[in-house]
């Protein structure tokens, strides 16, 4: 069993950057993908970034270009560098680890809060 721990939200103003961390423990062995994910107040959680074993990266249109999700294997930690956040970036954010025999964790979230 994984156990994930996020770290690394914050409050801050309209331009400025965060760098969230995930890191896992327990079963750590048999990585398949890690994912960032967010929610917002009344809306749907939805992916930001994901990284696979391969270090591809994916993220959606609405953080290309400003946020950067990377991996360090050694510590079996994942991280999301965000920067110029906006103030619709505002959420609380999750880290979800896939293994390669389907199963998955969450985190238990990180808020997120962009000031205008």
């Known amino acids: 069993q994984v156990q994930l721990v996020e770290s690394g939200g914050g409050l801050v103003q309209a331009g400025g950057s965060l760098r969230l961390s995930c890191a896992a423990s327990?079963?750590?062995?048999?990585?398949?993908?890690m994912g960032w994910y967010r929610q917002a107040p009344g809306k749907q959680r939805e992916l930001v970034a994901s990284?696979?074993?391969?270090?591809?990266?994916n993220y959606a249109d609405s953080v290309k270009g400003r946020f950067t999700i990377s991996r360090d294997a050694a510590k079996n930690t994942v991280y999301l560098q965000m920067n110029s956040l906006k103030p619709e970036d505002t959420a609380i954010y999750y880290c979800?680890?896939?293994?390669?025999?389907?199963?998955?964790?969450w985190g238990q979230g990180t808020q997120v809060t962009v000031s205008s």
């Open positions: 327990g079963t750590t062995f048999g990585f398949r993908s």
């Open positions: 990284i696979a074993s391969s270090s591809s990266t």
């Open positions: 979800k680890r896939e293994n390669i025999w389907g199963s998955s964790a």
